[in-house]
């Protein structure tokens, strides 16, 4: 009888990259331990006419994981985006600190949702799942000594709402509502993992 035939080996595992300008995902995505590399998308990250805060989030993860698979069609390519959503009206990084002060006067006291949205493609297998991550906010009713003490110690210029939360911004808050809690930071790495696992990416 001619031996069994051995056991093909599974191919060489797919790089994975990170399509994110932000310090904050890079972070979180190191948690998961798996090797990885950055790269910044070149995608407009104005919002259409009559966007709603959902559908621009969805739409800019989607371009920037498009944007950056383009350039490494064979690597599996995370794209992620959030926007704050207060009443339907989207809020997104304040820039500077005029800007922060009056998004944080308008969130005193309201509740906002942040919409986290990611895509994880690769152009080469063909494989792309998208996923939102709302987190629903209850901010305290903040005074503007509150507000500008923050704003000096954290200068959250670069965050969706001014909220820093894995800051000094928890403490602004009332209440914080999710299914993935890292989701408001920038990158839902419950949604990461399950995704990553479809991509065909071992975690452990």
Known sequence: MPPAPAPSSPGPARAL??????????????????PFTVEPPDVDETPLPGEQPAELARRLAAAKAA????????????GSDQVA??????????GNHANAV??????????????TAMTVMCQDSGFVQH???????????????EIEAY????QPYDCAGSAKSEGLGIALLEAIDS???TALVGLPLIRTCRMLRAAGLRLF
């Not at 959503?85 to 304040?94: F, I, M, N, R, Y």
């Not at 709302?134 to 009713?141: A, H, I, M």
């Not at 704003?151 to 954290?154: G, K, P, T």
């Open 67 to 78: 944007a950056v698979a383009r350039k490494h069609p064979a690597a599996i390519v995370i």
């Open 85 to 94: 959503d207060l009443d339907g009206e989207p809020l997104g990084k304040p």
């Open 102 to 115: 009056a998004q944080l006067r308008r969130m005193s006291g309201r509740a906002v949702i942040f919409q």
């Open 131 to 145: 996923a939102l991550a709302p987190v629903r906010v209850r901010f305290r009713t903040l005074d503007d000594a």
């Open 17 to 34: 990259v990170l399509g994110s300008t932000s310090s904050y995902r890079r972070e979180l995505l190191s948690r998961l331990r798996l």
């Open 151 to 154: 704003l000096h110690a954290e």
């Open 179 to 181: 299914d993935d809690p």
